[in-house]
């Protein structure tokens, strides 16, 4: 592994525990919120089948002003242990996502402009 690779093997994965995982972002400086979780076809929010964004939404209201400390994590986790895990970003959290869908020719498009060794391999 080069060093690009070795900074970031705390990574959690899709092994990790979502409460596990909250912890390592925050032990890392990111905000983990949690997330309403995909069930089948549906969200696990009360809106169900019926959700446009299921699976992709935060739990809380507020959740831009959310605090995001150990205490707070364990509380939320607890409430909803199979939340997913976001993160909050832009601005003060000075963090941006570059949101890839493979199924939409986006590996291809990656291999073709990454340039880090964390870009999809051919
Ligand atoms: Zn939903």
């Known amino acids: 592994m080069d060093r690009e690779t070795d900074a970031m093997d705390w990574l959690p994965d899709d092994t990790t525990a ?19 979780a995909p069930a089948g076809r549906a969200c696990s929010c009360r809106m169900g089948r019926s959700c446009q964004a299921a699976g992709k939404h935060p739990v809380l209201r507020g959740w831009q002003r959310s605090r995001a400390n150990e205490r707070t994590i364990h509380a939320r986790w607890s409430a909803w242990p199979r939340a997913n895990v976001g993160l909050v970003t832009g601005g003060p959290a000075r963090l941006i996502v570059l949101d890839v869908d493979a199924t939409k020719d986006g590996n291809r498009f990656m291999r073709s402009r990454c340039v880090t060794s964390l870009c999809p391999r051919p």
């Open 18 to 36: 979502p409460l596990a995982a909250a912890l390592a972002y925050r032990a890392h400086g990111f905000r983990p919120i949690p997330i309403f």
